[in-house]
């Protein structure tokens, strides 16, 4: 991948901070691979189902904080995301980071991975919805039991700060509840084909990138210089040992 980075040079991290990028280090599960029956044919043309093949690869457990992002601005001399809105209550540290787009996130990652020393991306929609559903179960919500449960997970749909909720069975916390979240390919229709580690991230002449929503296992369409509507995601590590 190219990234262009800027001009100016990176401040040194303090030891709170150099805290923060080590535990990112140790907040990646491995996800080992499989085939899986990927999309929908009840909803749009895009989400048809077919079967996909991946590789095994890594998954951060939490959503990125906004501390987290916030370091990265700072470091690296770049304006603060959401300035005027830091006095809600849904903007604390360690709530999932919002106000970024596409290219800021992908950005972010791959600043954390020259950090780690570490491959880290954004992940591709198929290993999203992968890990999202531990290894493909047939299940509409990324829950600990797969389902919404009455009196248990009736606030889903309120921001809480990351970790509030039980994880999924792959030990992957707010894959449902939290704040949408970034993946790294264009919108492109589906292929009924059986695909291989499919990504879409070659394609310049679509201008929108696909999100995952965090009610459903349901994904929409955003511009990718959108910054109203848009959070983001967790960081995929390509390639790691177990």
Same mark, same amino acid.
């Given at each position: 991948y190219i990234l262009v980075q800027s001009c100016n040079s990176q401040k040194k991290a303090t030891p709170e901070q150099e805290q923060i990028i080590e535990d990112a280090k140790v907040n990646f599960v491995f996800v080992e691979g499989g085939t899986f029956t990927m999309g929908n044919n009840d909803y749009h043309y895009t989400t048809l189902?077919?079967?996909?093949?991946? *590789?095994?690869?890594?998954?951060?457990?939490?959503?990125?904080?906004? $501390?987290?992002?916030?370091?990265?601005?700072?470091?690296?001399?770049?304006?603060?995301?959401?300035?005027?809105?830091?006095?809600?209550?849904? !903007?604390?540290? *360690?709530?999932?980071?919002? /106000? !970024?787009?596409?290219?800021?996130?992908?950005?972010?990652?791959?600043?954390?991975?020259?950090?780690?020393?570490?491959?880290?991306?954004?992940?591709?929609?198929?290993?999203?919805?992968?890990?999202?559903?531990?290894? /493909?179960?047939?299940?509409?919500?990324?829950?600990?039991?797969?389902?919404?449960? /009455?009196?248990?997970? *009736?606030?889903?749909?309120? *921001? $809480?700060?990351? /970790?509030?909720?039980e994880p999924n069975p792959l030990g992957l916390y707010d894959m449902s509840g939290g704040r949408p979240e970034w993946t790294n390919d264009w919108l492109v229709g589906y292929s009924k084909d059986t695909l291989v580690n499919p990504r879409y991230d070659t394609i310049h002449n679509y201008e929108e990138k696909i999100?995952?929503?965090?009610?459903?296992?349901? !994904?929409?369409?955003?511009?990718?210089?959108? $910054?109203?509507?848009?959070k983001y995601l967790n960081l995929i590590q390509k390639k790691i040992s177990r």
């Open positions: 189902e077919h079967q996909v093949t991946l *590789d095994c690869y890594s998954i951060s457990k939490y959503e990125t904080t906004l $501390k987290e992002f916030d370091l990265y601005t700072e470091l690296n001399n770049l304006e603060l995301v959401y300035p005027n809105y830091r006095n809600q209550e849904d !903007m604390g540290p *360690d709530y999932g980071a919002i /106000g !970024m787009n596409w290219y800021q996130a992908q950005s972010y990652c791959q600043w954390l991975g020259e950090q780690l020393n570490l491959p880290i991306d954004l992940p591709t929609e198929a290993q999203w919805e992968y890990a999202a559903r531990s290894r /493909g179960l047939e299940v509409e919500h990324a829950t600990d039991s797969g389902l919404l449960e /009455g009196g248990v997970d *009736d606030n889903y749909a309120a *921001d $809480k700060p990351v /970790g509030s909720y999100v995952y929503d965090s009610d459903k296992l349901l !994904m929409k369409y955003c511009e990718i210089n959108s $910054k109203f509507v848009l």
